[in-house]
């Protein structure tokens, strides 16, 4: 499918959510009220690294309209979350660590009561050296953030010998990459309404990614078994990562069985920037070698993530950096180390791409350095490099084959993108310089071996005739729904009203595992592969005897049971579905579970499914003023079947524009521990102004014969190679190296004096 | 407390309440008129989530104060249409203008008031319309798409 | 945190004032308890971001009649300072005569902003990014002090903390000298030109890293005549750039005197340094901007 953006096909269809969404009467979790409900508000720390001395309540429980009050005493089971492992207090006892550490709670009649009652908790603290720098929070001499000290997570890997190996090498590139602090800024902050039922169960309506780790988490820390618990977390207004973890449920399920009323939170943006999550910044340290022919023959990186002040799931954005931090190249000697290091720096965690960015652009970078040594063509040495499909992956495992990789890069050096590298127009200003840059990339999707990947799914005829498929995901704008409505009537063959789509509800749904990492798609198709047959066999058997008619002869479709045509006649419909519920009687209901596709050898994090991408953009360079303008960019993507166009236009040209942002303009600024850019105004996100006109999506959509798993997910890869894609074209326009995201305008910036200079003495003075 | 009486026409409708002189319009829309389909996201005008009409011109409701928008005639988004869809909503079904949805309101209410203005706009017309309005799903690729299908085929 | 928005919107009194006289009599009397407010939009912006608490006193301008409308008045537009920004880039008189300030309305904020936001609003911050282009076009501000009205120009308005301009003041109109040759064209060979060019940190609805203006004629000998360079951005008070004004008036553009001119700039332009640029960035920026507006009037 070659399109920029036009409907392509007959599974081009309007949004299920569609019509909610455009007329505003869609309710996300965030405009959910009751009559008589409270407002919650969190006091969060002032400082970013203090002991807690003492947390006096009194004046704020005095407030009238006040219903409740927590502190950490008022956790009755694990005062702690976290995905992996739960050290971040639920509300901190004696110790903050970062800004948006939670110290109190408050539940009150109005939002404004709540907030003058915040501002009478007093709490004392007694301040610790700031500790804002992974490299100096290694050293001895630095406060421990934690028990074990300040480092999260080591990661190594190894092969062949590189110290040796660089030894024989004709050309090394040594470079040192920055990555800088992202904030997803989803258009709705986190927030929800959390009630305590009549029959002693609490129903949280808040926004997650996995409902049933949220259920999890909460019953831990509520002390209360998970049936008790009931999560509603969909439809959502925006998540790419960040609201996988617990943000304000605790507090609003604390508060709730306290003051038994329902509770409302909703965070201010402000409130969004100091307590959220962010992408991990890191700085990666590569050393990579060719031979003379521009073979890579040693690599070795070195990488430092800041963590901030809690693990969430740094380990595994580690594991996943260092499992990209070579590429999807060949190569036989590497050695790839690396670190993910306590601060006291906001938290850094889930963010779409989930490390893969920073380490593809540190090794794209040095690819386009080697290439340029070795006086190739920067794609034609990727190409020599290129890993074939059969080899292992990254870490030495086994992936399963695709043909994907080469298809990308034959997408980009055959687009009319890369043909503009060698002709370049002359520009009517001297100042403004053109470029072109391509880099590609493999991403894993899934959760990698060793962690817990569960996937599944019900599918079901219900009493009032629908068919019904039922996940654990949740609806935050990337199509699940739609995706999921056009996979039914692709395999039923029925209409869109036939169907009843159920998300997002603990109470509703089998665990099916997490909406994230680009694997919802991938189990979606899984489960229905398995399902689908064994619910349609029964409906045809059902349809068979109420009708008749032989099973050989009949088929699903709208609205019900059909005999198939034949020369005598046309089809007609032996059954309806509503029929069929009623002769059958009951739910007919069907379940599997199954683990997400992962590679047989155990090498921890290590990924099977991948999908290939690749992008080449064209960028303008304003030398005046050092800004960075895209013209055109042609994104190459192979993740088998596009289920949902779409959908999948739409996720690559979003993450596409993500990753604009996050090489570009976006950087939530910390000084001290403390957030600088607090709001929209300040954190740049790209408007539509920003964005290049000349877009063109290549979806290779092959697969090799007999590939079991059909479509990839394609959620993440738009936003991962588009970095060191715009960093070749700088090169290209201006002659320079940039390291450090996003692109430092004082680099790209050049004094008209110079210029003016080089005319008149090239004019030939005297 | 100062009783201050707030008059307005919303969506066609009289409303009248007794709000504190500075409270945001997005709060009265929000909170005491129960509209939640303008939405609330940065608080400070810098995203467009809360765009409402005023007086058929559009303003972020988080800077509008009650006594700034007192006896005006405001069109939120569920005002936007009765019964049928306006064209601008259903060039964004579509065209998939929106994934999560929650910029969605305030960007159809400044696409609405776009071409009331320039019925046939610029590429570059459509950019400058929709420059207050931030997305963050869909690199703006399914909106541009959509107002170009309800705004004719101007060429760039 | 918990202090953000503690004071309740209940505890805020609304004043109404229906003169720029009764408006700044409650102004005096409250002090610092009060606010001039006009769109409101920085002022809101500002209360959110926990930047200003809002005071227990507005004092809504929208009232005032006298700082409403738009008209010809003798050698000059006067523009109240309560018209709307969209107000005065969509307006007759300004395209005609104030196609600087039009440019520089385009770069502000973002439509429904300028549905809000006012002229008078931008000035009175000090740092609006319409004051570059009113100093350009040697605009004078019309305020309100004590008993009566006073004129001074944006410059040293902008720049006369404590003497020419005090806390109190409330500004009624700006005024933009009317030049003959007005609305025919800026680009005539020998005529006059004028350029408004602003750096922010991405293409659109951005604060500003730097933002310049100029406007100049060029006379029939060649000569370069009637210039004047306005430089601000950050937080920096815009300002006027005297030295360079001075060697370029009455000179001949070539690139010789375009280099030293260059530096003559970076010398005087007083640069903010903040997180998102330094005054070194700031001061090449604006001088790269200027001197390549200068150039491509040398070229065409």
């Keep these: 499918m070659l399109t920029r953006g036009e409907r392509t096909s007959h599974k081009w269809r309007r949004r299920p959510d569609g019509p909610d969404k455009v007329t505003g009467a869609l309710r996300y979790l965030t405009d959910m009220s009751l009559p008589g409900m409270l407002h919650g508000k969190v006091l969060r720390s002032a400082e970013p690294h203090a002991f807690v001395l003492d947390i006096r309540t009194a004046k704020a429980e005095r407030v009238p309209g006040v219903a409740a009050v927590i502190t950490h005493l008022d956790v009755p089971g694990l005062n702690r979350f976290g995905i992996v492992n739960p050290d971040q207090p639920v509300l901190c006892e004696d110790r903050v660590r970062y800004v948006g550490d939670a110290i109190a709670a408050v539940a009150a009649d109005t939002k404004e009561t709540a907030e003058y009652a915040l501002s009478l908790i007093e709490v004392d603290y007694e301040p610790i050296p700031v500790v804002d720098d992974p490299e100096l929070a290694l050293l001895p001499e630095s406060p421990k953030l934690h028990e074990g000290g300040n480092v999260l997570h080591r990661t190594s890997y190894r092969k062949g010998e590189p110290e040796d190996a660089f030894a024989g090498c004709t050309h090394i590139v040594e470079g040192t990459y920055y990555t800088p602090r992202q904030m ?210 990254p870490l030495g495992q086994r992936i399963l084959p695709s043909a994907g990789l080469l298809k990308a890069w034959q997408s980009i050096a055959d687009s009319e ?350 | 407390m100062n009783p201050y009486t707030w008059r307005a026409v919303v969506n066609g409708a009289e409303a009248e309440l007794h709000v504190q002189p500075a409270e945001r319009l997005l709060t009265i829309l929000r909170d005491d008129l129960g509209l939640t389909g303008t939405k609330v996201s940065c608080e400070l005008g810098r995203c467009g989530s809360c765009i409402v009409h005023m007086d058929g011109r559009p303003v972020n409701a988080c800077l509008v104060m009650a006594y700034q928008c007192n006896g005006a005639s405001i069109t939120t988004i569920e005002g936007l249409a009765e019964g049928d869809l306006h064209k601008v909503q259903e060039a964004f079904l579509e065209e998939g203008g929106f994934q999560c949805g929650y910029c969605t309101p305030g960007m159809i209410m400044s696409v609405k008031a776009l071409l009331d203005e320039t019925p046939n706009p610029t590429t570059d017309q459509i950019k400058e319309g929709l420059s207050g309005n931030i997305c963050r799903c869909t690199g703006y690729g399914g909106i541009l798409r959509a107002v170009k299908r309800c705004g004719g085929n101007a060429s760039k | 945190m918990a202090m953000e928005n503690a004071e309740r919107a209940g505890e805020t009194a609304l004043h109404e ?12 009397s409250l002090g610092h308890a009060a606010s001039y407010v006009s769109g409101g939009t920085l002022l809101r912006t500002q209360w959110e971001n926990g930047l200003k608490s809002m005071p227990r006193h507005l004092i809504s301008l929208e009232k005032i009649g006298e700082l409403s409308g738009i008209r010809l008045a003798g050698a000059h537009v006067r523009i109240g300072a309560a018209a709307r920004l969209n107000e005065c880039r969509a307006h007759p008189l300004l395209l005609r005569h104030g196609g600087l300030l039009v440019r520089a309305i385009g770069e502000i904020a973002a439509p429904s902003v300028r549905h809000l936001a006012t002229l008078g609003g931008n000035v009175s911050s000090l740092t609006g990014d319409a004051i570059p282009a009113l100093m350009a076009m040697d605009a004078s501000v019309i305020f309100f002090r004590e008993r009566c009205w006073r004129t001074e120009s944006v410059r040293d308005w902008i720049q006369g903390a404590g003497a020419v301009r005090e806390p109190d003041d409330l500004i009624g109109a700006i005024a933009i000298p009317v030049r003959s040759g007005d609305g025919e064209g800026d680009e005539e060979a020998g005529g006059s030109f004028e350029f408004y060019e602003k750096v922010g940190r991405r293409e659109a609805f951005t604060p500003s890293l730097v933002t310049v203006a100029g406007q100049g004629m060029v006379s029939d000998d060649g000569a370069l005549r009637d210039i004047r360079l306005s430089a601000g951005g950050g937080s920096a008070l815009p300002d006027r750039l005297p030295a360079a004004e001075r060697a370029l008036s009455g000179a001949r553009l070539s690139e010789e005197m375009l280099a030293v001119i260059h530096q003559t700039i970076k010398d005087q332009y007083k640069a903010a340094e903040d997180l998102f640029a330094g005054s070194g960035y700031r001061k090449e920026a604006s001088a790269n901007l200027i001197t390549s507006q200068l150039w491509k009037r040398l070229k065409s």
Aim: net charge negative; charged share 20%.
């Design chain 1, 184 to 393: 997803h800024a989803y258009m709705e902050t986190e927030g929800g309404l959390f009630v305590p039922e009549a029959d002693g169960r609490l129903t949280v309506y808040a926004a997650t990614q996995h409902g049933y780790k949220d259920r999890m988490q909460l019953s831990r820390i509520l002390g209360i078994p998970e049936e008790a618990i009931r999560i509603v977390s969909s439809p959502i207004g925006g998540s790419f990562g960040g609201k996988d973890e617990l943000n304000v449920q605790p507090y609003g399920a604390l508060l709730a069985r306290k003051a038994g009323i329902p509770v409302k939170l909703h965070n201010s943006r402000r409130e969004s920037v100091r307590a959220g999550l962010k992408r991990h910044p890191m700085k990666i340290v590569m050393k990579t070698g060719i031979d003379g022919e521009g073979r890579l023959i040693a690599h070795e990186a070195r990488i430092t993530a800041d963590t901030g002040a809690y693990s969430t799931l740094g380990a595994p954005v580690l594991n996943f950096a260092t499992e990209h931090a070579s590429g999807p190249y060949r190569i036989p000697h590497v050695s790839i180390e690396g670190v993910s290091v306590f601060t006291n720096n906001g938290v850094s965690g889930e963010f779409r791409g989930f490390g893969g960015n920073q380490a593809i652009f540190a090794v794209e970078s040095q690819m386009n350095r080697l290439a340029e040594l070795a006086g190739m063509d920067p794609w034609e040495f990727r190409r020599l490099n290129l890993r074939e499909p059969d080899d292992p992956g």
């Design chain 1, 417 to 766: 993108v890369w043909s503009r590298r060698t002709r370049k127009p002359t520009e009517s200003e001297p100042w403004i310089k053109r470029g072109v840059g391509a880099a590609l990339a493999m991403h894993g999707s899934g959760l990698g071996y060793g962690i817990p990947d569960p996937g599944g799914g019900r599918l079901s005829l219900t009493k009032e005739g629908k068919l019904e498929a039922a996940f654990s995901f949740e609806e935050f704008g990337q199509g699940i729904t739609a995706t999921l409505e056009l996979m039914l009537m692709e395999r039923f063959g029925c209409g869109a009203d036939d169907l009843s789509i159920v998300i997002g509800d603990t109470d509703r749904v089998p665990h099916t595992g997490s909406s994230t990492a680009s694997r919802s798609t991938t189990i979606a198709h899984i489960a229905l592969s398995k399902l689908h047959p064994q619910l349609s066999e029964r409906l045809i058997a059902g349809a068979s005897a109420m009708a008749g008619v032989a099973a050989e002869r009949l088929m699903t479709g709208p609205g019900g049971i059909w005999i198939k045509p034949d020369d005598d006649s046309g089809s007609s419909l032996a059954a309806t579905y509503k029929e069929l519920a009623e002769t059958l009687g009951g739910e007919l209901a069907f379940e599997t579970k199954f683990d997400f596709p992962v590679t047989p050898d155990p090498i921890v994090g290590g990924h099977y499914l991948y999908t290939c991408a690749a992008v080449a953009v064209e960028a303008e360079i304003n030398t005046l003023t050092g800004a960075v303008r895209l013209l055109a960019k042609h994104h190459a993507v192979a993740a088998g079947p596009a289920v949902n166009p779409m959908g999948y236009i739409g996720q690559i040209e979003g993450a596409s524009v993500m990753a604009q942002g996050f090489t570009l303009t976006e950087d939530a600024l910390m000084l001290d521990g403390h957030y600088k850019t607090e709001n929209l105004d300040n954190y740049i996100v790209p408007t539509i102004r920003d964005v290049a006109d000349d877009f063109t999506l290549h979806a290779i959509e092959e697969l090799p014969e007999g590939d079991p798993y059909g479509p990839r997910g394609i959620g993440e890869v738009g936003s991962v190679a588009l970095a060191p894609a715009i960093a070749m074209a700088v090169r290209d326009a201006v002659g320079k190296w940039v390291n450090r995201l996003p692109i430092p305008r004082e680099e790209l910036i050049e004094s008209f004096a110079s210029q003016l200079a080089g005319k008149t003495e090239g004019a030939g003075a005297t």
């Design chain 3, 17 to 28: 004032p229906k003169t720029a006289e009764e408006a700044w009599r409650v102004k005096r």
